[in-house]
Each structure stands twice: as structure tokens, then as C-alpha cells.
């Protein structure tokens, strides 16, 4: 089994989050909110691997936008592109390089199951279309919500839920997700 590490650590939130209040979250724990269009947040990202090596900050930008008929929430980035998630599920239905073109797309969207909860398993049954030769692949996820717990990051210290999913691919990603904050990952 391959792991791979590509710890993203939350340095800032935008201030349009905070305006929002987002601060205090839902009433539903583990439910996801939508961040306000226009917010931004600061990762300390680090990875190595099929997606080359970096170690630096990267800034994304969220924005709502209509995409092939469908309504999208775009997260970009100078240095990694933009990914595309449902408005409903907050699940990725596409990806995009620094150059603006579609990567991948994903049928149904992948993501979490919301909402989260200690000890919730799911398994996402997907198809993954490689654009650059338009190659399709079956995809499985296996996901767990293993702890939540407190994650203190440059950004402050928040309650997220420590995630671990392995794809058919081999893949297995630990990821912290404060959802209740409209952030799938903050570590």
C-alpha cells in the first residue's frame, strides 16, 4: 500500500469566513457550511510524488460559478489550478492544472459524506475520467471519521475530524476536515 503525505496545514482564513460567522459553526456538528463567495484561505502546503515536490504557501480562492450546465463552487490557486465541487454534496466533480485545463473529472462527485461523525465509514463508488487521453477508470474510496479533535494550526486551534481514505489505486490520505468552519481540510 503506497501513503501518501501531503500535509496541508491552514495558515489564514479570509475575512469574509469570520464575517460570516462561521466562527462558531452550524448547529449541527460535523455538517458543511458554505464559505461566503470571494473567501480565501492560506495553506502551508508540502507534497512529493506523481505531483511533483513543494514545499511552500498557497493561496485559494473560493467562488461560485455555473460549469457545464451545473452549478460549481471553484477553489483556485495560482500554483495548483483550480478544483470544481458540487454545491450540494461539496463533492469534486473536476480538476483543473495552473493552466486552465481539465485534468480529471469525477462521476459521481468525490468527497465526504456529510455530516461527519466519529467512527461514520462509507465507501464512494465513482468513475474517473483522465482528460489527457480520455481514459475512464473505475474509482472506490473507502473512508473513515476516526477522532475529532483539537488541531492547532498558525490559524488558531480548531475542533476537526481526522479522516483516513484509501482509494483503489493504492492511495491512503489522512486529512482533518473542520467542516462546521466550510473547510473539507485544515491539516
Same mark, same amino acid.
Given at each position: #500500500?503506497?501513503?501518501?503525505? +501531503?500535509?496541508?496545514?491552514?495558515? &489564514?482564513?479570509?475575512? !469574509?469566513?469570520?464575517?460570516?460567522?462561521?466562527?462558531?459553526?452550524?448547529?449541527?456538528?460535523?455538517?458543511? @457550511?458554505?464559505?461566503? *463567495?470571494?473567501?480565501?484561505?492560506? =495553506?502551508?502546503?508540502?507534497?512529493?510524488?506523481? =505531483?511533483? $515536490?513543494? /514545499?511552500?504557501? @498557497?493561496?485559494?480562492?473560493?467562488?461560485? #460559478?455555473?460549469?457545464? !450546465? +451545473?452549478?460549481?463552487?471553484?477553489?483556485?490557486?495560482?500554483? %495548483?489550478?483550480?478544483? =470544481?465541487?458540487?454545491?450540494?454534496?461539496?463533492? #469534486?466533480?473536476?480538476? %483543473?492544472?495552473?493552466?486552465?485545463?481539465?485534468?480529471?473529472?469525477? /462521476?459521481?462527485?468525490?468527497? %465526504?459524506?456529510?455530516?461527519?461523525?466519529?467512527?461514520? &465509514?462509507?465507501?464512494?463508488?465513482?468513475?474517473?475520467?483522465?482528460?489527457?487521453?480520455?481514459?475512464?477508470?473505475? #474509482?472506490?474510496? $473507502? =473512508?473513515?471519521?476516526?477522532?475529532?479533535? /483539537?488541531?492547532?494550526?498558525?490559524?488558531?486551534?480548531?475542533?476537526?475530524?481526522?479522516?483516513?481514505?484509501? *482509494?483503489?489505486?493504492?492511495?491512503?490520505?489522512?486529512?482533518?476536515?473542520?467542516?462546521?468552519? !466550510?473547510?473539507?481540510?485544515?491539516?
Amino acid at each position: #500500500m503506497k501513503t501518501i503525505s +501531503r500535509p496541508l496545514t491552514l495558515l &489564514a482564513l479570509g475575512a !469574509g469566513l469570520l464575517a460570516a460567522g462561521c466562527a462558531t459553526g452550524p448547529a449541527t456538528p460535523g455538517s458543511m @457550511v458554505s464559505l461566503p *463567495d470571494g473567501s480565501q484561505t492560506v =495553506y502551508h502546503r508540502k507534497s512529493s510524488g506523481s =505531483y511533483g $515536490n513543494f /514545499d511552500g504557501q @498557497v493561496q485559494w480562492t473560493q467562488r461560485a #460559478m455555473d460549469w457545464q !450546465g +451545473r452549478k460549481v463552487v471553484a477553489n483556485t490557486s495560482a500554483q %495548483f489550478g483550480a478544483s =470544481y465541487f458540487d454545491v450540494a454534496t461539496h463533492g #469534486m466533480v473536476a480538476s %483543473f492544472n495552473a493552466n486552465g485545463q481539465q485534468t480529471y473529472a469525477y /462521476d459521481p462527485p468525490v468527497g %465526504f459524506v456529510f455530516p461527519l461523525e466519529v467512527g461514520k &465509514a462509507w465507501v464512494g463508488e465513482h468513475k474517473m475520467t483522465a482528460l489527457r487521453n480520455n481514459q475512464v477508470v473505475p #474509482m472506490t474510496v $473507502n =473512508y473513515k471519521v476516526e477522532t475529532l479533535e /483539537d488541531v492547532s494550526v498558525p490559524a488558531g486551534t480548531y475542533k476537526a475530524y481526522k479522516v483516513v481514505f484509501t *482509494d483503489s489505486f493504492g492511495e491512503t490520505t489522512t486529512q482533518w476536515s473542520a467542516p462546521q468552519l !466550510g473547510l473539507s481540510t485544515i491539516k
